[in-house]
Every structure is written in C-alpha cells, then in structure tokens.
C-alpha cells in the first residue's frame, strides 16, 4: 500500500469511495461521514429518482435506513480511473426488513447487490449513479 503522500489520484478515489461504504453503510451507520465525504451540492440518482444536496442526501439515507436496519456492506470491488474523478464499486447489503418496499416491518433478513458510480471532485464525492437489485430483495420478501 502506498503512503497518503504517494497515492495516485485512482488510489484516493478508491479510498474514498470505500471510506464511504464503510462509515455510512457498514455497522457503524455514520451519518457525519458524508459531510466529511460529500460536496455540500453532492447529487445521487438513486431508483430512477434525484436526491440533490448533502442535507437531502443525509436525510434520505437516515430514513432509508430506518426502514433497513443493520445495513452492511461488503465491498467487493472499487476501481476508478487514472484521474481519479470517476470510481465504481461493486457491494453486496445485508440488513433487516422494516417496512423496506412499503411491505410490514417485520425484521426479516433481506440482502441486494448494486453497483455505484461516482464522480469525483475536490477530493469529494461529488454525484454518484447508483443500481441496486431491488426487484429481487422485494421479491425475496413477498414470496413465501
């Protein structure tokens, strides 16, 4: 691994995307992580929907997590390209149904994969374009 001074610009793209999933989507579920992480005018299309700005960001991952609790995140594989202003991961969630879908809280173990693209900027994640395998948790819920 190289040093903080020695990382390429891919290598801190790669961080912090990876920083990301693990302080906001790991156990620890930290909230402040994305303003630490995130331009104070950071956009996500997420489910075919904008969410536009860190405090919208904030609150919507804080509710979305409400309806999944103990939502964790295995890393499986993040790359960026050599300017470092673009990064990918690959991940795999696992957590707990509690009126994810709109479906009953009933606690259930629900998992998805998904795919995120970020752009980066100023050392910040700046818009990221996610795809989660959302058809198949709700399915995985609804048919008993």
């Not at 900027?121 to 795809?131: F, K, M, N």
């Amino acid at each position: 691994m190289r040093s903080g001074h020695d990382q390429t610009p891919s290598d801190l793209a790669v961080s912090l995307a990876n920083e990301f999933l693990g302080r906001v989507w790991g156990p620890t579920h930290d909230l402040d992580a994305i303003d630490d992480l995130m331009t104070e005018d950071y956009r996500i299309w997420s489910g075919g929907a904008l969410v536009a700005g860190r405090p919208a960001f904030k609150e919507w991952v804080r509710h979305f997590q409400t309806l999944y609790r103990d939502a964790n995140t295995e890393i499986l594989e993040t790359f960026a390209n050599a300017a470092g202003d673009r990064v990918v991961s690959r991940w795999f969630n696992t957590g707990r149904a509690n009126g994810i879908f709109g479906l009953e809280p009933d606690g259930r173990p629900v998992s998805f994969s998904g795919i995120a693209i970020w752009r980066v900027q100023d050392g910040r994640l700046a818009e990221c374009w996610v795809e989660r395998a959302a058809f198949e948790a709700y399915r995985s819920l609804t048919q008993r």
